[in-house]
């Protein structure tokens, strides 16, 4: 009683003279980061769906008399050691990072938010059962966890697309769980039923909306990481093969070049870093858009 | 230490054993279930005279689905991971030959990482707009940048152009700086971050208001009280940090030309070496589950009001 | 004379630190102010402009002296309180004609004097310990750093017998054990002590308390009131008060500043400032205090008016205020009967049968129509337990509850949905019940089943009228809203469903006074026009006693007293309601009405 009088006196924990300054400063401050963010993710898209838009060039095609030329006429990125334009392999590979970093980032959330629901109900024993599942799959550590999935399942797109997928059910499931705990736990939810609401009404009007309110905004930031395990993968030669112009095999192929040619090893890696970072950007905008939502 | 904390403490071990077994479980179902002959599974590109033969006195193949499990969990609680059919070793040694290394690699990293990270939390916490911004700026480049590009372009500055470090290899700590601060960067922008907001957060608190009543500064405040608040979070991430580590080494030692678990492990996959490829996977897992079991604790130690429950 | 006293004070001081004498009292009220603030303005730059948060406030605060700082929140108090020891953090813009702080002046301290009076001349004590005191310290650690951090004290062993003299001094029995717990550990009476005892551990001469008693049940903030109050007294220190609550303040306070929007509006000696108050906002705040003497009428609307201005001198003020409408006799069948009704929960609060925790034992009573009941008892009481039983959201072990005539308790929810309309609730916290997705039509509307939505938003603003928002506010979500506002949409969705009983659970204890009174207010008029029976539940006897007709007293689970509000307020039986009512510091205003 004394303790829930105190929480209503001033938000929880926290000193009612605390200068939020700081923290209002920071949050006008992205704003410009948030519209180029968001351009540069609309220039993905755009390289996915339409990359004859952005680059006249073939990306499989190599042209054996300009082999290694310097970004410069003609080659905004250069060439590669195969005569390819490195510009025109980069934009090509925007749609594997994507539909890649989409596609497994959609496996984690689908499963995750399943797992998390049913973990956030009132059994403590599905409960259990749940959040041990969940440490045994988080204890493989990402890559190696690919790795095993490759070595059963095969190489490619689609197999490193389900093992980071797997290996980020985790991530969801936790924060759902705890998330739905929160808001089955929160007084509009216990009282609902005096405005006369069955259980189900309450589950789908109240406890789901509610517990979900984060997942769009974890995805977003996650499918930055997604990005960064799958090109990662593909370096390592586990998804795509070369001449797949893939951000990551294109790294994997440059370093043999590195002490002669730097563009080959620089421009795709500057690509996965923006698109990384531009996710980021991107999500956490959302998450501070909606702050004031959290349950 | 009160009854209570030795059952929670007894608890978290005994979750941790569940884990342990559970990912053991897991790696011998993943065997089995797929396609195909587990047989021809295990011999991965092989077939020479006597292969089949071996295999299936060593796994047990002929015995019930049951008996293979049961000697499989066996096994590997007591470190046998079997025989790796491609290099004709035992699987335990090759790992163990392989694996200082990466250990040295991933600890120089995880250190370095986390000193960078204190620091720099310390230092910009709470402070005026430019500083954070700066450091929220940065943090967010490293995060975001794939280990193996920051390993290429530090290879091309230091090792090819400036040529004060080695290129490859693993000879003296030289060999092992670039490596080591290539994995550590990308780990420092992700606790650094954690870090910051974590310490924000405590400063916010009203304890802290009385602390500074008591004319402490903001070193003496920050060092003695929010570092121990901000620490929490960052133990809970602990464990995932570590997987994080591990599997970064493996891309990292590719970069690098570095011997280790890394390069073992992908030769492995490519060409279907199942029993290593197991073996680390499980090793790892491991790892994992008794780092972060041992973060458990200590997050116990640290916070009080958890040693009731 | 003067000079001979100082000269004594600086005498006293200077002696070894680790005896603590009391100053003679010749010299405790003598000597130069401890804080002597002209003019002190204090403003923020805030996203929407600059704000200045105090105004030209003058402040003195002599050795020995209790002063209180009294208003509402926004008053500005916290922020001057704070400003004396520069904690008034970053982005603060302070200006004052006069800034000394222990004779000099401190507009031009540095950072580094700052931090060597903090703790050392002046303590600072906040609200609630648990969140007060660094929970990963231990209590021995925490009181002890100012020792150990200003070196006040060399050894160890030293500092350690200096806070179990500290612990002792607050009043903490067994000081020993007390060292090496934590906040968590204590019970809230301890742990404000604790507090106290971590910001006097430097033998500070000034000693600040903000909202020190705020969230505690009334028996602990008289004890930690005697603590404060034995610390200036017994030792001579100085003490600021911070406070919303007038009442507690009477008891200590030798001087009164009251506060409102960043301006002092009245100061004086503490029973001038109480009996004969001037300025109106101060009038306004007593008499918005609810009371025995302000039943059946609006706390809100509360003024002074001249009686009779007998010789040019003196003139009378007699407090008066308008009424309620009247109630309607209540005649008809009880509307909630509440039969030896028991509950018990398991150790760490699951619900269940077997050993553990008794929250409630053979509690019973009944609700007639248009009645209101008040229900009063502390923390750990069982009042809640009781609240949700009655709002059928717990089952009871043992007893029955009938609403309206039908079977309530231990049916299937589905057997009383029908009923579920008859019965409704205003929370203590608003916000966390309802939905952060919801605009306050959306949450009104929850309680508007089976009506188009034309009917039911045009509905929707006729309720909203009748609890005194605009229908303006009908796609505003409750986040923006005031405290006030919030409630009153609270009240408003349970109005929709046209209840015959609405359990009231501490409506009103997070509000200020004034909006309090509003909202009382509110309640009381609409439970006259409407005649709905309320359930009434707080921890503010006064409260109860200005809005209820009936009065339960729970004391651990139990029912220890029950009748009509007068008998058992004003003439007790039970030792418990005696005890309680001693407590609670008396009303302010026992004006005739």
Not at chain 1, 113 to 139: C, F, N, P, T, W
Not at chain 2, 53 to 58: C, D, L, N, P, V
Not at chain 2, 162 to 177: R, T, Y
Not at chain 3, 542 to 552: F, G, T, Y
Request: aromatic share 6%; proline share 6%; with cysteine.
């Amino acid at each position: 009683m004394t303790s829930s009088r105190q929480a209503v006196l001033d938000a929880p924990g926290r000193d009612p003279l605390a200068p939020a300054a700081a923290r209002r400063v920071s949050s006008r401050l992205p704003s410009l980061a948030v519209m180029l963010s968001a351009l540069f993710v609309l220039l993905l898209i755009v390289a996915t769906a339409a990359p004859q838009w952005l680059t006249p060039h073939d990306p499989l095609e190599g042209d054996f008399l300009a082999v290694l030329q310097p970004p410069g006429s003609g080659h905004l990125f250069g060439t590669d050691r195969l005569g390819r334009d490195v510009f025109a392999r980069t934009v090509h590979g925007a749609r594997y990072s994507l539909c890649i970093g989409l596609g497994s980032t959609a496996i984690s959330v689908f499963f995750g938010v399943l797992l998390g629901v049913a973990a956030g109900q009132k059994s403590r024993l599905l409960d259990e059962g749940i959040s041990r599942v969940l440490d045994v799959i988080s204890s493989f550590p990402g890559v190696l966890l690919a790795m095993l999935v490759v070595i059963f399942l095969g190489q490619g797109m689609a197999n490193i697309a389900i093992a980071v997928g797997i290996a980020g059910i985790p991530k969801f499931g936790r924060v759902v769980r705890a998330q739905t705990q929160a808001v089955r736990g929160a007084d509009y939810v216990t009282h609902a039923c005096i405005y006369g609401r069955s259980r189900l009404q309450v589950f789908v009007r109240h406890v789901l909306p509610n517990a979900l309110v984060a997942v769009p905004v974890t995805a977003t930031i996650y499918v930055g990481s997604t990005i960064l395990a799958t090109s990662g993968l593909s370096f390592l030669g586990l998804g795509p093969q070369p001449p797949t112009p893939e951000w990551g095999v294109m790294l994997a192929e440059s370093r043999d070049v590195l002490r002669v040619a730097w563009w080959p090893g620089v421009f795709p890696g500057a690509a996965i870093t923006l698109t990384v970072i531009a996710f980021t950007v991107l999500g956490h905008h959302l998450q501070r858009r909606f702050e004031g939502r959290q349950p | 230490m009160s009854a209570a904390l030795w059952r929670s403490v007894a608890g978290r071990l005994g979750g941790s054993v569940v884990v342990a077994w559970g990912s053991t479980t897991a790696a011998f179902v993943a065997l089995h279930a797929l396609p195909g002959n587990i047989a021809d599974i295990l011999a991965g590109d092989l077939d020479y005279p006597g292969l089949r033969e071996a295999i299936a006195a060593e796994w047990g193949l002929d015995r019930s689905l049951a008996a293979q499990y049961v000697d499989f969990v066996r096994r590997i609680a007591l470190g046998d991971f079997g025989t790796s059919y491609e290099l004709r070793r035992p699987v335990a040694d090759v790992v163990a030959s392989q694996l200082w290394p990466t250990l040295q690699l991933a600890a120089a990293a995880g250190v370095l990482a986390l000193l960078i990270a204190v620091g720099v939390a310390v230092l910009t916490a709470g402070r005026g707009r430019l500083p954070r911004a700066v450091a929220s700026l940065v943090e967010l480049v490293f995060a975001s940048t794939p280990v193996f590009w920051l390993g290429i372009l530090l290879l091309m500055g230091f090792s090819f152009t400036l040529q004060w470090l080695p290129v490859s290899g693993a000879a003296g700590w030289q060999a092992l700086v670039l490596p080591a601060v290539t994995l550590a960067l990308p780990t420092a922008g992700l606790l650094t971050q954690v870090l910051r907001e974590a310490m924000e957060k405590t400063l916010e608190q009203p304890f802290v208001v009385t602390v500074r009543a008591r004319g402490l500064g903001e070193w003496r405040l920050r060092t003695r009280h929010v570092l121990r608040h901000a620490a929490l979070p960052l133990m809970t991430l602990g464990g995932w940090i570590i997987g994080g580590l591990l599997g970064g080494a493996v891309i990292t030692e590719k970069v690098f030309g570095r011997p280790g678990l890394g390069t073992v492990t992908l030769n492995a996959v490519l060409s279907h070496d199942v029993p290593i490829v197991l073996a680390v996977v499980l090793l790892a897992a491991f790892v994992h589950v008794a780092a972060s079991t041992l973060l458990d604790l200590l997050y116990v130690l640290i916070d009080p009001r958890l040693r009731a429950s | 004379m003067s000079s001979f006293t100082t000269f004594e004070a600086l005498d006293v001081r200077s002696l070894d630190a680790s005896s603590s004498m009391p100053m003679p009292p010749s010299v405790r009220k003598a000597g130069a102010p401890l804080v002597d603030i002209e003019g002190l303005t204090i403003g923020f730059d805030g996203p929407a402009g600059p704000t200045t948060v105090v105004d030209a406030v003058d402040l003195q605060i002599r050795p020995g002296e209790c002063v209180a700082l009294v208003g509402e929140s926004g008053s500005g108090k916290s922020v001057t309180a704070r400003s004396l020891l520069d904690l008034v953090g970053t982005g603060a813009r302070m200006n004052a004609r006069r800034f000394h702080i222990d004779g000099a002046d401190a507009l031009r301290f540095d950072a580094s004097t700052w931090r060597r009076l903090r703790g050392t001349f002046a303590g600072l004590v906040m609200q609630d310990a648990l969140v007060s005191l660094d929970p990963l310290r231990s209590i021995g650690q925490e009181v002890g750093e100012v020792l150990a951090h200003h070196r006040l004290l060399r050894s160890r062993s030293a500092i350690a017998l200096r806070v179990r003299e500290t612990l002792a001094r607050v009043g903490i029995a067994d000081p020993e054990a007390r060292v090496t717990q934590y906040a968590h550990q204590l019970s809230g009476g301890l742990r404000q002590r604790a507090l106290i005892a971590a910001a006097i551990a430097g033998e500070p001469r000034l000693l600040i308390a903000d909202e020190p008693t705020t969230a505690l049940d009334a028996s602990i903030q008289k004890q930690v009131i005697e603590v404060l109050g034995r610390r200036v007294h017994d030792d001579g220190a100085g003490l600021l008060l911070i406070s919303h609550d007038l009442s507690v303040v009477a008891e200590i306070a030798d001087r009164v500043l009251v506060m409102r929007a960043g301006r002092v509006v009245e100061s004086g000696p503490t029973n001038e400032v109480l009996s004969r108050p001037q300025h109106a906002y101060t009038r306004q705040l007593i008499a918005a205090v609810p009371s025995s003497s302000s039943r059946g009428s609006r706390l809100a609307s509360a003024r002074f008016e001249p009686v009779r201005a007998v010789d040019a001198g003196v003139t009378e003020m007699r407090l008066v205020r308008d009424p309620l409408p009247p109630r309607r006799a209540a005649a008809g069948a009880a509307v909630l009967e509440v039969d030896g009704i028991g509950k018990r929960f398991r150790r760490g609060g699951l619900a269940g049968s077997g050993a553990g925790f008794v929250a409630l034992h053979g509690v019973s009573f009944s609700i007639g129509p248009g009645e209101v009941l008040g229900l009063v008892g502390e923390s750990g009481s069982g009042k809640s337990t009781c609240a949700k039983i009655v709002l059928g959201l717990l089952d009871p072990d043992e007893g029955a509850v009938r609403l309206l005539g039908q079977p309530w308790s231990g049916q299937p929810e589905r057997a009383r949905r029908a009923l579920r309309a008859k019965l409704q609730y205003i929370p203590q916290d608003p916000l966390s019940s309802f939905d952060p997705r919801y605009t306050v039509s959306e949450v009104i509307a929850e309680n508007l089943a089976g009506r188009s939505p034309t009917q039911a938003r045009s509905h929707i603003g006729t309720l909203l009228e009748q609890v005194g928002l605009g229908a303006g506010l009908m796609d505003r979500r409750p986040r923006t809203l005031s405290g006030g506002q919030r409630q009153r949409v609270a009240i408003a969705r349970a109005l929709a469903a046209e209840p015959a009983l609405i359990v009231c659970d501490e409506p009103v204890s997070a509000l200020d006074v004034s909006i309090q009174a509003q909202v009382i207010d509110l309640i009381g008029e609409l439970q006259s026009r409407l005649g709905t029976s309320l359930l009434f539940i707080s921890h503010d006897i006064h409260l109860v006693h200005h809005i209820a007709d009936r009065v339960l007293v729970l004391s651990q689970g139990q029912v220890v007293e029950q009748g009509p509000v007068d008998d058992v307020f004003l003439r007790p039986c039970h030792s418990y309601t005696r005890t309680l009512l001693a407590a609670v510091p008396r009303p302010l205003a026992a004006w005739p009405g």
